[in-house]
């Protein structure tokens, strides 16, 4: 199978998949740290500044809202209303909170962490319930779309083409697999010919159309207001460095790098 959809199963499958089956994955406890679990003060900082976006968007009349995509345990949310509400606390009454979370168990797992902010916050599917119309207010995402799933790409020097990893088996084990693109599936094309001349055999990297699909999802779900997703990311000629050779996806297991 493709490596987007094996990624897909290992991170999102029900009951199985790493999102799925552990509550505790990251922290101390967990496989690695983001800026929500070492402390408050990235939530009071969003807060901060969504307050003043909000502000300005408040005096043209329209309701507004918070929508917070992939709010994992929570703790976000928590950390952004609670600064609301001790500081703004006239904006706070005003502004509508959702969470996108298409997840029922981890969206049990956030009700149970919220504590008194649960009648403040709604819960959502998608993108499609947020308005009957485009919306006005803050859409954010802190750490969610470097953990879309992903296609990897290899570059074959001899044909000059891409190609795309997949995942088969080898007896018991998981192994690399080449797959041939669809005719019409050029997802690298805009790379420049004096780069591919010089890219080694099964050079790699990743695309992840399904994080532009969310993202173009979001703007237009938005008529005023900031679009913004915090994440990790290298910049176009990055993806390309010598360094690079065998891509970008990394993972994680109890803060070290994993290699299987």
Known sequence: MPFAHFMELALYCPNLGYYEAKRDT????????????????????????????????????????????????????????????????????????????????????QRESVGSFIEKIHWLDGFDGVAASPMSGVIFSNELLDAFPVRRLGWDAKNQKWFEWGVGLAGEHFAWIKMELARNDEPLNQTPQHLLDVLPDNFTTEISPAAASWWRMAATSLKRGKLIAADYGLDADEFFLPSRVDGTLRGFFRHQFAND
């Open 26 to 109: 990251v922290g101390r406890r967990g496989d690695f740290y983001t800026s929500v679990s070492v402390g408050n003060l990235f939530g009071e900082l969003l807060a901060f500044q969504f307050a003043e976006w909000l502000e300005v968007l408040r005096g043209q009349g329209d309701q507004l809202k918070i929508v917070e995509a992939g709010a994992h345990d929570g703790r976000l949310a928590v950390d952004i209303l609670g600064w609301l509400r001790s500081n703004r606390p006239g904006l706070y009454e005003k502004v509508d909170y959702c969470i996108l979370e298409p997840s029922l168990r981890r969206r049990q797992w």
